[in-house]
């Protein structure tokens, strides 16, 4: 793999499609110490923190490519678990720590790859996130996202049904009440899993299972 660290970045994704623009054939890390503009889901937009890590990386698609995120997602939450640091996933790409969110993933396609893009919080001094530490750490932004990535290319999964059995184990909202919404239409009920393709499934009021394939999910409090 070729690794560009910058100091400072718009979004690690587009400086990485750069690259791909220049030498196509080529697997990239692109890493920063400090990112202004990074991508969320849909429109939004991921506020980088002093103890943000973010980076890009190119990679293949799952054999069912809609599984990729979730893949991604839990080969993370392995990364840090060899560290002893415990994260939760939430669907479709959030990564929380103790019922909060301290980062998230985005998957897009460009040209005849794929570019990851991760932005997680190591520490936070905002309470409304989480952090993996409870506590400002030093560490190095480009050896830690050489060393994610690397172990992301050494332990791909290629299967489907294990990906989404593991996923659920590591789920923060299995069996809770959620809502998920897309284009501004609230769909409501229990989670209680994930489909062949790593759609949502949830039970209503009424019994009825219901599938969904794109949107936010909220857990709802009770």
Avoid at 206 to 217: A, C, D, M, V
């Amino acid at each position: 793999m070729e690794h560009l660290h910058v100091d400072d970045c718009d979004s690690t994704q587009d400086l990485l499609k750069e690259q791909l623009d220049r030498t196509p054939a080529a697997d990239w890390v692109v890493s920063c110490e400090n990112q202004s503009r990074g991508y969320g889901r849909g429109s939004n937009m991921w506020t980088a923190m002093p103890g943000t890590l973010c980076f890009s990386m190119t990679i293949s698609p799952h054999p069912i490519p809609t599984l990729t995120s979730l893949e991604m997602g839990l080969l993370i939450r392995d990364f840090f678990d060899t560290r002893k640091l415990k994260l939760r996933l939430k669907w479709p790409n959030d990564l929380f720590v103790e019922q909060k969110k301290c980062g998230g993933l985005i998957i897009q396609s460009y040209k005849s790859t794929y570019v990851l893009g991760l932005g997680i919080n190591l520490y936070t001094s905002n309470s409304e996130f989480g952090g993996l530490f409870k506590s400002e750490i030093i560490f190095s932004k480009q050896d830690l996202s050489w060393r994610i990535a690397d172990y992301i290319r050494e332990h791909r999964i290629k299967d489907s049904h294990l990906i989404r059995e593991r996923w659920l184990a590591n789920c923060d909202h299995l069996h809770k009440r959620v809502q998920i919404i897309e284009h501004q239409i609230i769909s409501e009920g229990i989670f209680i899993g994930i489909g062949e393709v790593g759609e949502a499934i949830l039970k209503n009021d009424e019994g009825e299972t219901k599938s969904y394939f794109n949107g936010s999910l909220r857990v709802k409090l009770t």
